[in-house]
Each structure stands twice: as structure tokens, then as C-alpha cells.
């Protein structure tokens, strides 16, 4: 449960290292509660009677939130008694808010009774394997967790609906887990792979969203974005916006209504719908069908969560946003989070780290510029030189040098229409377009990128560097190199650092410190000489208790303060 868990998580583009457990309880409730593997992370003690509390739990729901009829009751005349014995509820669902109160009762007793505070925990369907009843439990970090971005809408019809997409993931490891252990005879290896839990997991986050905009048992929304998002019309790819939302939302302006709805489960004829749209102009959605074209009112309130916008991006590629976050991004049929998005501060930051003599006035024109290379619908390429006039006379032929100006919008659309980079200064000036880059192979590119990404890396390794290349690719993914390290809070790397020193002297749970001094170990870059000095000597106190106790040691390499961090990197200097 916990490779899978990993392995998911980290092809969905979060580090999450996730921890699992489980968790079972005595049927008879006469023997201790059973957690494996024990590693000192739970006391026992606040777990005892948890099925008891969870049964009184739902009886008190089942008074509360079920509908108290009997189905003969119907034809009584009203006013006259319901016999008091004679309640029905639908059997699945009194044993899903059975096992809703279970999962929350030991959720909480979980918090209470965990022997960390930096993981987030998560509680799967129990089975009954023999005399236990058995919890799956998945802990992950809470930090990187915590700035996920999430839906607030977390239950639909009354249960819990995963507010993003990696606690869909989760939920979906869960869930296999759970299968697993409801096997006659369990065995020790959960039978699915990590692009299968993936596939599940985009599914039941997509149909979540279409619940949240109104769509009754809705189904089938994501085979139908990847089969539309691969088609073509006409030969040209696919592009274009849907707006997931029901006819009578006040937000919704629909422009065109079909008196005939667009099914989406068939994609020539929702490929066709999808060329219809255009700037302002997008296909409007219940979840199952098309039923109009217009578009979702800027005046819209991110807070009713009842409108979604999908985004076809390119062949095979599609992405779902509310409002103005995107939460999920699938490729060829391949689930992710989607890539952090390029803002105005972010993009700032990077020019006057690359060119320490521009002014904010200066980034402020070269964003304007880099939104340009965003709207394209075909890939292109910027590049800010330092000295753009003399690099744009180098490249020559293999380039159309200008006199030195900044291009207006149409100017932009027009020039990059062509093969080729736009060669500006970091003032905004343009000095060279259908600029063919040079460079020498290095082995830092990626086979995995197309021809602009790895000509870029080339470029910025030999003769280019010191610049700058804004990328957009033709599936609209956006790269800025070079690749600075992100900014991170300092709080953040001095608790890291804590928690690994804390770890060395507390005990002998060798598992804990190899988790905390891996995550450490993401985070050596930020480190100052007195963090440095403090892991390394937290690192030589665990080697020589273990040489001490078993004869075993390991070689590590004392780590020093990077030469290129600076206050820059944190996103509070003054702290």
C-alpha cells in the first residue's frame, strides 16, 4: 500500500511520502488493538472502544439524516400514523453511513493518538480479515499537503468527495487496499499498478466536479475529454474550452442553445461542437451532454464551486480549472497536477536574478511579452540576452535581426508565426526574430521534451548564458530557464533541520531519522553553515550509535552552505 501510495503520488506530481498502516480491531473487543508495522507511531490507548462509539454514532445519524417511512405508508390518508416499527432505509445506504461513522471515529482517536504532528492522516473502508475488523491508513506530509490547492466542497449527497486530485489518489490506494484484504485469503502484494490507480483516481475527481455542477450519477466525463482532446477536425488539433455547469446557473450566459443536446460520449460529433468555440465564446455542459454555447460571467462567485472550466489544450491534452486554479491535467491519457503556473511575481523574481541591473519596469514589460507567448496557439520562444544586438549579428544568417523595438500585439502574433526564438533585450527590446539557436550537446536536456526545450538547455550551456528562454510548447506547457530553485519559507527549512537533530538524539528508531534526513536532504540548498554543521552532526551521532551497536556504517559526505543561496530564495527575507 505504501510503494503504491508513493509511486502514485509521485507520477501525479506531488512528494507527499506517504506512510501506511493498519489498523485492526478485535470483533469481541476483549483483546488490544492490533496496528502494524508498530513503528512507535500510535499510544493504543485512545484507540479501545472505538466500535462501540462509532455504533452510537450512527445510530444518532440514522435518527438525524435518514427518511423515516415504510413503503406501505404510501397509500395510508394523510395524517393517519406510520406504525412505528415500520422505518425503511435503503441497505447500502445504512452500511455506507456505517462505515462513514467508523472511518470518522477513528479518524479523530487517530489524531489524538498519533506520536507525530507533521502528517496528515487518511482512513480507508475496514474488512473483516478473521477476528479483526482492519482500517487501512495512509499519513502523509502535512506541510506540502496543506499548499495544495482544494475545493471546499467535501461532501456530495452526504459523503466525503476528495477536494483535489491527489486526495483522490489516496483515497483510490485506500480503496485498493481494502479490496485486497476482503480477499477469502489476503496475500502481501495489492494486485494493481500505479497508472491504473491514476486513471481511477482522474475518474472519480472528474465525476466529483460534475456532481458539484449539478450532474445526477455522473460518469464517463473523463473518457470523454481524452477521447475529444485526441481527435481531429480537419486535419487541426484539438482546442478549445467547456464550461461544466447546469443551464439555470445565474453565472452562465448561454449565447446558442441546441435544441438537439451534443452527447459527449461521442466524440466526432463533440469534436465538432468543440471547433464551434473562440475567445468569450465556449461550450456549455451539464456533464453529459452539450447543451449551448456562451460563457461563464467574470462576476462569478468562486465560492459556490458549481462551475467548472475544462481547457483543451492540445492533442490529447486537457485540463480542468475552477475559476482561475487548475487542478487536474491529463496527457495522452495520463493524469497530473498540472504544472505551477507562471506568475507575475514568480516571473519578476527570476529576471532580476538573471539580470541584476533590470528594473521592475523592465520585468514588468518582459512579462507583457511572455502573456503574448501564452496566448499563441502554436509553440514559440522568447530569449532575453544581455546583449541582444550582438548576439541577434552572431546568429546571423540563421536569424532576421530588426531595428531595436517593442513589438505591440499584432507585431508579436505576426513575427511569431515563423520557425524560430524572438531575440529581445531585458529592456523589451526586439532585435532578432526566427533566432535558430546554437549550443553544443551537454547531457542535461530531457528525451522526454520536444526540440525547443532541449535546443533551449543547448543554448543557455554555451554561448547563451546568462539569458533567459520563456518556452511555450504547442500543447500549452510553459517553462522559464533557466530553472531557478523555487522560494521556500525559512520556518520551513529551520523545523527540517529540528526534526532531524531532535530525531539523532531522541532514540534508536533508525526508520524515522532515514525518512527525516531524506527530506532534509531535498532542502541542502537552503541550508546556512550552521544548519549545514547541525545535520551533519546529527547524521555522525546516528552512525556512531549504529557502528556502536551493530557493527554497521555508513559513508556520508558532510554537506556545506551552496554557494548560490542568498536571502532571495526565501520568500520572507526579513524573517
Not at 413503503?71 to 447500502?92: I, K, L, T
Not at 540563421?398 to 524572438?422: C, M, S, W
Request: hydrophobic fraction near 40%.
Amino acid at each position: 500500500m505504501e510503494r503504491l501510495a508513493d509511486e502514485a503520488l509521485d507520477r501525479a506530481g506531488v512528494e507527499l511520502d506517504p506512510r501506511g498502516f493498519l489498523i485492526g480491531f478485535p470483533v469481541d473487543e476483549s483483546r488490544a488493538v492490533l496496528i502494524e508495522p508498530e513503528r512507535n507511531a500510535f499510544d493504543v490507548e485512545p484507540l479501545a472502544g472505538l466500535l462501540a462509539r462509532a455504533d452510537a454514532l450512527f445510530a444518532e445519524r440514522r435518527r438525524t439524516t435518514c427518511p423515516a417511512f415504510c413503503p406501505e405508508a404510501r397509500s395510508v390518508q394523510a395524517g393517519a400514523p406510520h406504525p412505528a416499527d415500520e422505518e425503511w432505509h435503503p441497505e447500502h445506504y445504512l452500511t455506507a453511513l456505517l462505515e462513514g461513522c467508523r472511518r470518522q471515529v477513528l479518524l479523530e482517536a487517530l489524531d489524538t493518538a498519533a506520536r507525530f504532528d507533521d502528517r496528515r492522516l487518511f482512513v480507508g473502508m475496514s474488512v473483516i480479515v478473521d477476528d479483526h475488523r482492519v482500517f487501512p491508513v495512509l499519513a502523509v506530509l502535512s506541510e506540502p499537503w496543506a499548499e495544495l490547492p482544494k475545493l471546499s466542497t467535501t461532501t456530495i449527497d452526504g459523503f466525503d468527495a476528495a477536494a483535489c486530485f491527489p486526495e483522490a489518489v489516496i483515497d483510490d490506494v485506500l480503496r485498493a487496499a481494502s479490496h485486497e484484504l476482503d480477499r477469502k485469503h489476503p496475500v502481501s502484494l495489492i494486485g494493481i499498478d500505479a497508472g491504473a490507480v491514476l486513471r481511477s483516481a482522474a475518474d472519480t475527481f472528474v465525476n466529483g466536479c460534475a456532481s458539484r455542477a449539478g450532474q445526477e450519477f455522473a460518469l464517463g466525463l473523463r473518457d470523454a475529454l481524452d477521447a475529444v482532446s485526441a481527435q481531429t477536425y480537419e486535419g487541426r488539433p484539438s482546442l478549445g474550452t467547456l464550461v461544466l455547469a447546469q443551464p439555470t446557473h445565474d453565472a452562465v450566459r448561454c449565447e446558442v442553445a441546441f435544441e438537439h443536446e451534443v452527447p459527449v460520449s461521442v466524440p466526432r460529433s463533440f469534436r465538432k461542437a468543440l471547433e464551434m468555440t473562440g475567445p468569450g465564446f465556449e461550450l456549455l455542459c451539464h456533464g453529459r451532454k452539450v447543451y449551448g454555447l456562451g460563457t461563464l460571467e467574470e462576476a462569478y462567485d468562486t465560492a459556490d464551486e458549481r462551475c467548472f472550466t475544462v481547457r483543451v489544450v492540445g492533442n490529447g491534452s486537457w485540463e480542468l480549472w475552477h475559476a482561475t486554479t487548475p487542478f487536474l491535467r491529463v496527457d495522452n491519457g495520463q493524469p497530473t497536477l498540472p504544472r505551477d503556473l507562471v506568475d507575475a511575481e514568480t516571473f519578476a523574481h527570476t529576471v532580476r536574478r538573471v539580470f541584476p541591473d533590470a528594473t521592475d519596469h523592465h520585468a514588468s514589460i518582459l512579462w507583457d511579452m511572455a502573456q503574448a507567448c501564452i496566448r499563441q496557439q502554436h509553440g514559440t520562444m522568447l530569449v532575453v540576452h544581455p546583449d541582444a544586438r550582438a548576439e541577434g549579428e552572431r546568429l546571423l544568417p540563421q536569424a532576421y535581426t530588426v531595428e531595436p523595438t517593442r513589438l505591440g500585439p499584432n507585431a508579436f502574433h505576426a513575427l511569431t508565426k515563423i520557425d524560430g526564438a524572438v531575440l529581445v533585450s531585458p529592456e523589451g527590446h526586439c532585435h532578432a526574430v526566427g533566432v535558430i539557436l546554437d549550443g553544443a550537446a551537454t547531457g542535461t536536456g530531457d528525451i522526454s521534451r520536444g526540440a525547443r526545450y532541449n535546443s533551449a538547455i543547448r543554448y543557455l550551456a554555451g554561448r547563451g548564458k546568462g539569458s533567459m528562454v520563456i518556452i511555450v510548447s504547442e500543447d500549452g506547457r510553459i517553462d522559464i530557464l533557466p530553472q531557478l530553485a523555487r522560494r521556500m519559507r525559512r520556518s520551513t527549512i529551520e523545523r527540517v533541520v529540528q526534526q532531524l537533530v531532535k530525531a539523532a538524539h531522541e532514540g534508536h528508531d533508525y526508520e524515522k531519522f532515514a525518512r527525516l534526513d531524506a527530506r532534509a536532504t531535498q532542502f541542502e540548498f537552503y541550508l546556512d553553515a550552521e544548519q549545514c554543521e547541525a545535520v551533519n552532526d546529527a547524521r555522525e551521532t546516528v552512525e556512531q550509535r549504529r557502528w556502536a551497536e551493530e557493527r554497521v556504517r555508513m559513508q556520508v559526505v558532510p554537506i556545506a552552505p551552496h554557494p548560490a543561496m542568498d536571502d532571495s530564495y526565501f520568500v520572507t527575507p526579513e524573517q
